[in-house]
């Protein structure tokens, strides 16, 4: 299967307000859209966080992952290019 492109639709930016920089929705080509993904300032530096759910043991799980490192690697690429874009245009 051909990689599909990955476009950022939305990206809300929040400022000083803690560790969550921007929360983010992209679409995988025309297939679908994945919502709430979250770019991070982490430990170890900025990271992208897929959208979460608590399940019944307290714990967090991912509901949406990349199945290969390449798609990874394009996600995150895509996430930090527009909050890179984002960032230069004033609130």
């Not at 921007?22 to 770019?39: H, S, T």
């Amino acid at each position: 299967m051909e990689m599909t492109e990955i476009a950022v639709k939305r990206i809300i930016r929040f400022e000083n307000t803690g560790a969550i920089k921007a929360l983010c929705d992209v679409a995988v080509g025309e297939l679908f859209l994945i919502r709430g993904l979250r770019i991070v300032d982490g430990k170890n530096g900025t990271f992208v966080s897929m959208p979460r759910q608590q399940g019944k043991n307290g714990k967090w799980h991912d509901l949406v992952s990349p199945l290969s490192k390449e798609t990874k690697e394009s996600l995150e690429r895509a996430l930090f290019e527009a909050y890179e874009k984002d960032m230069q245009n004033p609130a």
